[in-house]
């Protein structure tokens, strides 16, 4: 039986140190990234009250995604430059 090949999304990724500083030290799947950055962003009620959809970031998470508000999905895609 054939070893089954690992996705992208479940292969370690090494982490920018801006995004380490943020969810914790590395590698760690893009699954595992997403789902620590949600905890953060929950954690620091980071979310726009009024649009959950919409991320408020404080100094930490600005190092990552942007120092202004920004929608979700955008959030993955600035979030990926920080992975390699």
Not at 24 to 35: A, E, H, L, N, S
Not at 69 to 78: P, V, W
């Amino acid at each position: 039986m054939a070893k089954q090949k690992t996705s992208k999304f479940m292969q370690p990724m090494k982490l920018s140190a801006a995004l380490e500083a943020v969810i914790g030290k590395g590698p760690m799947p893009r699954t595992q990234v997403i789902k620590k950055l949600w905890a953060y962003i929950k954690k620091h009620r980071l979310q726009d009250p009024k649009n959950k959809r919409e991320i408020v970031p404080d100094p930490k998470l600005g190092e990552v995604i942007g120092k202004k508000k920004i929608n979700m999905f955008e959030m993955t895609k600035k979030v990926n430059k920080h992975l390699s």
